[in-house]
């Protein structure tokens, strides 16, 4: 009988400690429900950006993204 017992407090701490190893499921915290060029003006909004105007919140990634580009910084010596 008391086989029995050890054994089955053995099975009961192996399926606890299984237990604590499962992982997580994974998921997105939240979802954008607009899309990125339908945001509100705010204080940090390029000055003239229209919200809805998919086109020159475009152009203005590209700038920005030119901006950041070593190659068009560069000034070039006389």
């Known amino acids: ?3 029995r017992s050890i054994v089955l407090s053995l099975f ?3 399926a606890l400690g299984l237990a604590g ?5 994974q998921t997105l ?5 607009t ?3 339908d945001t509100p ?5 390029v000055p003239g950006f229209k919200p809805g105007d998919e086109v020159a919140w475009e152009a ?3 700038k920005r993204a ?8 560069a000034v070039s010596a006389p």
């Open 21 to 25: 190893c499962t992982e997580k499921p």
């Open 1 to 3: 009988m008391k086989f």
């Open 41 to 45: 003006t705010s204080a940090y909004s």
């Open 60 to 62: 203005q990634l590209r």
């Open 35 to 37: 899309q990125p060029w």
């Open 12 to 14: 009961v701490l192996a």
């Open 66 to 73: 030119q901006g950041q580009n070593e190659y068009s910084r």
């Open 29 to 33: 915290a939240k979802k954008a429900h």
